[in-house]
């Protein structure tokens, strides 16, 4: 952990906080600027997460920490030691995650009918969708890369690999502009959008579950 980074422990693992990410919530939350809806995303995106971890723990697989950016988080495992039946488990316990989440927020705005609650199915049913693209810092990017190089030789995986991630990325934008545009283009959630864009497109980012 870098010490500029702030440590939390809970029981079960150890979470290394940004502080730019702190100050960047501090400022919306003082400023009047964080919603309802930023909030949303934070708590499906958690929610993603936690299917991962819950499919690493079931798997064994040690865990050592996750980071959290202002672009994104990272679970840092043991992971890519498992088999590769089990790997594809733990890549789409994300995406399975969301869709339970997307149900039962269903269920409860057909009582509702709130806007809060369909943004919340809507949410959840996107982060499903993104994280199936093809793009090598999702879960559908790491789907490829273990399917490509299980089935063809390494050179032609990562080819295939290599033009997967640029046409999902046209994709991916196009998702986030529709996102904006249902919320009026309300300014925390475009900070939220545009950070999470690129942490998607970041070169340098490590291959680990998000």
């Given at each position: 952990m870098k010490n500029a980074e702030f440590l939390i422990k809970l029981p079960f693992i150890k979470v290394n906080i940004s502080p730019y990410l702190l100050i960047t919530v501090f400022t919306l939350v003082i400023s009047g600027l964080f919603s309802v809806f930023t909030l949303i995303v934070i708590l499906c995106a958690l929610f993603h997460g936690l299917g991962h971890i819950s499919a690493m723990k079931l798997f064994k697989v040690k865990i050592y920490c996750v980071d959290?950016?202002?672009?994104?988080?990272?679970?840092?495992?043991?992971?890519?030691?498992?088999?590769?039946?089990?790997?594809?488990?733990?890549?789409?316990?994300g995406i399975f995650a969301n869709l339970v989440f997307a149900l039962g927020a269903f269920v409860f705005h057909l009582?509702?009918?709130?806007?809060?609650?369909?943004?919340?199915?809507?949410?959840?049913?996107?982060?499903?969708?993104?994280?199936?693209?093809?793009?090598?810092?999702?879960?559908?990017?790491?789907?490829?890369?273990?399917?490509?190089?299980?089935?063809?030789?390494?050179?032609?995986?990562?080819?295939?690999?290599?033009?997967?991630?640029?046409?999902?990325?046209?994709?991916?934008?196009?998702?986030?502009?529709?996102?904006?545009?249902?919320?009026?283009?309300?300014?925390?959630?475009v900070i939220l959008c545009v950070c999470v864009i690129l942490s998607v497109f970041a070169e340098n980012q490590p291959s680990a579950f998000s």
């Amino acid at each position: 952990m870098k010490n500029a980074e702030f440590l939390i422990k809970l029981p079960f693992i150890k979470v290394n906080i940004s502080p730019y990410l702190l100050i960047t919530v501090f400022t919306l939350v003082i400023s009047g600027l964080f919603s309802v809806f930023t909030l949303i995303v934070i708590l499906c995106a958690l929610f993603h997460g936690l299917g991962h971890i819950s499919a690493m723990k079931l798997f064994k697989v040690k865990i050592y920490c996750v980071d959290l950016y202002l672009s994104g988080g990272i679970i840092r495992s043991e992971s890519a030691l498992l088999p590769y039946k089990k790997e594809l488990a733990v890549a789409f316990s994300g995406i399975f995650a969301n869709l339970v989440f997307a149900l039962g927020a269903f269920v409860f705005h057909l009582f509702s009918r709130d806007i809060f609650s369909f943004f919340t199915v809507f949410c959840n049913l996107i982060l499903a969708f993104l994280n199936l693209i093809p793009q090598k810092n999702l879960d559908g990017g790491r789907i490829l890369f273990i399917l490509s190089h299980t089935l063809f030789e390494s050179e032609k995986a990562d080819g295939i690999c290599s033009a997967a991630f640029k046409i999902s990325s046209v994709l991916f934008i196009f998702a986030s502009a529709f996102a904006l545009c249902l919320t009026r283009f309300n300014f925390s959630l475009v900070i939220l959008c545009v950070c999470v864009i690129l942490s998607v497109f970041a070169e340098n980012q490590p291959s680990a579950f998000s």
